[in-house]
T-cell receptor, first 114, second 113 residues
Framework: EAQVTQNPRYLITVTGKKLTVTCSQN?????MSWYRQDPGLGLRQIYY???????DKGDVPEGYKVSRKEKRNFPLILESPSPNQTSLYFC?????????????FGPGTRLTVT | KNQVEQSPQSLIILEGKNCTLQ??????????LRWYKQDTGRGPVSLTI???SENTKSNGRYTATLDADTKQSSLHITASQLSDSASYIC????????????WGAGTKLIIKP
């Protein structure tokens, strides 16, 4: 089954404790991205990757890191989480960037930083 | 500034009724406009994608329209079902330096039996 998976689905952590949220897709997609969703706001892009070893900042990259060592995986790293990073996070992938390529989303990771 | 605004913010209708959700955007230039359905706590799922040259596109009981001149789009839901309860998000694909997707905040639709 074609899908985007994220782990963990739920995470409660404390300020400053490094964490990684994994994202994997099995559709051989080139383009992957991370979003955060906060109440009353549209999804905001954190980082995106056009292919292996090619990543770039989105709208809200501060406090986050990513890597793309393999085509299928695109982990999101919070080196020193803070309470303002409490949010719902989505990973997404599409065949390529741009055009009318369908974007597929993972199930989401709800992160709480205390 | 590139923006996507949706109305209403929330809507409650009875099962079986029709409804129309609105989307106004200031994004320019743009490549395409998308409507997504997002169930609570889940990832968005695509309903329709329309290029600037398309006026209407249907997906079952969902019909999206696009007027690129007035920069308006609507999503019409026919014969609503309880499973239509969700947030509906309008997204415009900006032809900027990184082909950015500009997301609306969504309309929360509740279908009551």
């Amino acid at each position: 089954e074609a899908q985007v998976t994220q782990n963990p689905r739920y995470l409660i952590t404390v300020t400053g404790k490094k964490l990684t949220v994994t994202c994997s897709q099995n559709m051989n997609h080139e383009y992957m991205s991370w979003y955060r969703q906060d109440p009353g706001l549209g999804l905001r892009q954190i980082y995106y990757s056009m292919n292996v070893e090619v990543t770039d900042k989105g709208d809200v990259p501060e406090g986050y890191k990513v890597s793309r060592k393999e085509k299928r995986n695109f982990p999101l790293i919070l080196e020193s989480p803070s309470p303002n990073q409490t949010s719902l996070y989505f990973c997404a992938s599409s065949l390529r960037q741009g055009g009318t390529y369908e974007q597929y989303f993972g199930p989401g990771t709800r992160l709480t930083v205390t | 500034k590139n923006q996507v605004e949706q109305s209403p913010q929330s809507l409650i209708i009875l099962e079986g009724k029709n409804c129309t959700l609105q989307c106004n955007y200031t994004v320019s230039p743009f490549s395409n406009l998308r409507w997504y359905k997002q169930d609570t706590g889940r990832g968005p799922v695509s309903l329709t994608i329309m290029t600037f040259s398309e006026n209407t596109k249907s997906n079952g009981r969902y019909t999206a329209t696009l007027d690129a001149d007035t920069k308006q789009s609507s999503l019409h839901i026919t014969a609503s079902q309880l499973s239509d309860s969700a947030s509906y998000i309008c997204v415009v694909h900006f032809l900027g330096s990184n082909y950015q997707l500009i997301w609306g905040a969504g309309t929360k639709l509740i279908i009551k039996p």
